[in-house]
């Protein structure tokens, strides 16, 4: 289906592609050349949903009745397929939502490894062996899947993150409605062919396309989804968390973060100025993990500082298919809108912008949602640039005395998604770990870079307390359920 040589992607339910049912659609463009249209997809409405939830239904008793084994082996032909469109799928996500091609490309092997990690989870043990006070009872738990899942996912990981949603609701026998974002709705569709292509059961995986106001609120209160997981911001991830609540579905929301790392006097400057830098700005600051303040001890500011300022300087912001380009622009305007505004609000609240913050000036660009990456000098912690996530490539310096103002400083927030430190003292490596309020904690390496079989989530407002991904991904797919059994 063609629209002048652009190409339309539909819904996937019940095993086959269909328009929305009221035959709406809204244009995916492209951040770097905004009248670029990189595909039509479906505006869908409540009955696409409830078709999908209905397709995902009627398909659940037989999937789950699978062994794990059978499960997996379907995830892993997913994850061949998409390792073999790793270009494709990688030039499409460059293209909807404007990272550069190789991280698109690093971020679709990824989901290529995520598919394999739960496909093997299909062998592994669900279960312990409890002792009973009955002399005669055999007692111990098991694992049963929640039934039809919903998945809500953003546009900042258009892979990965569906897939480290959908690989282990599968493989553990859950069948998956899956809404992403409308803005990257051509690379979930080309996703959506992967699973597809590798064969997996009708109605077993289904995907909508939609706005969050209908279809996202609308699986969160459709009583046919028994369990809903969701990643974007905290305003609607409230919401969604609400909504499942109200009729006792249950719900895991991962959502913002306003990462910290701090400097040590002793860190190592070169490594922590190129760990500042590439979880601060790659993505254009987009992730949930993002670096966003930049906690300094005074003794090493100004040497941090200006070595900082050199390395951003030397950053190039453009489309991201050029290979030159080390930065693409916000996803969409709204970002950019945010992004700029924070700016202005930055410098009114007295910080000082020492580079960036600027759309910029090469004409190439003035059609795309290009900002430069910002330095903000002498934030204070009360400052908004200091408080809110940005979602930009804005990065905020703050000046303490010592290690205990930094982590006092570090903790200072409504979030604790991730914090990292630069340090080689054991006794500052030793107070970081302990007392940071955050899921994520790392030590000499960058805020961002989630390893995919450890758990993930945050603490405070980041996360509804709960774990993605690795082992614990088990906790939200599965019920335990306790067996006793005696002759
Ligand atoms: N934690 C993360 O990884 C992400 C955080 N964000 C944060 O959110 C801000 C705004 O970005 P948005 O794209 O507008 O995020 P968002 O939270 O609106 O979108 C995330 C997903 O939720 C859906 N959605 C929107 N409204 C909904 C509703 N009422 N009920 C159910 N689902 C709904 C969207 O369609 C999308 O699929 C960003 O500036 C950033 O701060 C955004 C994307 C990812
Ligand atoms: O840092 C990462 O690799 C993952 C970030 C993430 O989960 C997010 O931005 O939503």
Redesign the pocket.
């Known amino acids: 289906m063609e629209k002048n040589t652009i190409p339309s992607f539909d819904n996937y339910i019940n095993g086959e592609w269909m328009p929305a049912v009221g035959g709406g659609t809204k244009k995916s463009i492209n951040p770097s050349r905004s009248h670029e249209i990189v595909g039509y997809v479906p505006d869908s409405s409540e009955a696409d949903l409830n078709g999908a939830v209905a397709a995902a239904e009627a398909a659940r008793a037989a999937w789950r009745k699978l062994t794990g084994a059978q499960r997996g082996s379907l995830l892993y032909k997913a994850a061949d397929l998409l390792e073999s469109r790793l270009d494709e799928i990688g030039e499409t996500m460059t293209r909807e939502m404007g990272k550069t091609w190789a991280e698109a490309k690093g971020e679709t092997a990824r989901g290529a490894a995520i598919l394999r990690y739960y496909a093997g989870e299909g062998m592994r043990s669900i279960g312990e062996v409890i002792p009973s006070t009955d002399a005669e009872a055999l007692m111990f738990t098991t694992r049963t899947p929640l039934g039809v899942v919903g998945v809500?996912?953003?546009?900042?990981?258009p892979v990965a993150?569906p897939i480290w949603k959908m690989a282990p609701a599968l493989a553990y026998g859950n069948t998956v409605v899956w809404?992403?974002?409308?803005?990257t709705a051509v690379t979930a569709a080309k996703v959506m062919q992967c699973l597809h292509d590798a064969g997996f059961p009708p109605g077993v995986v289904n995907m909508v396309i939609g706005?969050?106001?209908a279809i996202?609120?609308g699986?969160?209160s459709h009583p046919g989804i028994h369990g809903i997981t969701?990643?974007?911001?905290n305003?609607?991830?409230k919401?969604?968390g609400q909504a499942a609540l109200a009729r006792g579905a249950k719900y895991q929301l991962?959502?913002?973060?306003k990462n910290p790392i701090i400097i040590a006097a002793d860190a190592d400057l070169d490594l922590a100025v190129d760990a500042t830098i590439s979880g601060g700005l790659r993505s254009t600051g987009?992730?949930?993990t993002a670096t966003s303040r930049v906690i300094v001890i005074k003794d090493v500011y100004e040497a941090f500082k200006a070595k900082l300022l050199d390395k951003v300087a030397a950053l190039k912001v453009g489309d991201g298919m050029d290979a030159s380009t080390w930065l693409g622009p916000c996803a969409n305007e709204?970002?950019l809108d945010?992004v700029l505004s924070y700016i202005r609000k930055g410098t009114e609240e007295g910080a000082v912008l020492l580079a960036g913050g600027t759309r910029p000036s090469d004409p190439d660009l003035a059609d795309g949602f290009y900002v430069t990456p910002a330095v903000f000098d002498n934030v204070t912690p009360d400052m908004s640039i200091a408080r809110d996530?940005?979602?930009g490539p804005v990065l905020a310096l703050i000046a303490v005395e010592h290690i205990e103002q930094a982590i006092a400083v570090a903790n200072d927030s409504e979030y604790g998604l991730s914090a990292s430190i630069y340090t080689k003292d054991i006794g500052n490596v030793l107070s970081f770990v302990q007392e940071m309020e955050a899921g994520l904690v790392r030590v000499n390496a960058e805020t961002a870079g989630v390893e995919l079989q450890a758990p993930f989530g945050g603490m405070k407002q980041s996360s509804s307390h709960s774990r993605e991904q690795g082992q614990a991904a088990i906790e939200f797919f599965t019920s335990i359920k306790t067996v006793f059994i005696k002759p």
């Not at 991962?254 to 973060?257: K, V």
């Open positions: 809500i996912s953003p546009w900042n990981f993150i809404k992403p974002a409308t803005e706005s969050g106001s996202g609120q699986m969160a969701f990643t974007g911001s305003a609607v991830g919401q969604v991962e959502m913002g973060g987009q992730k949930c709204n970002q945010t996530e940005i979602f």
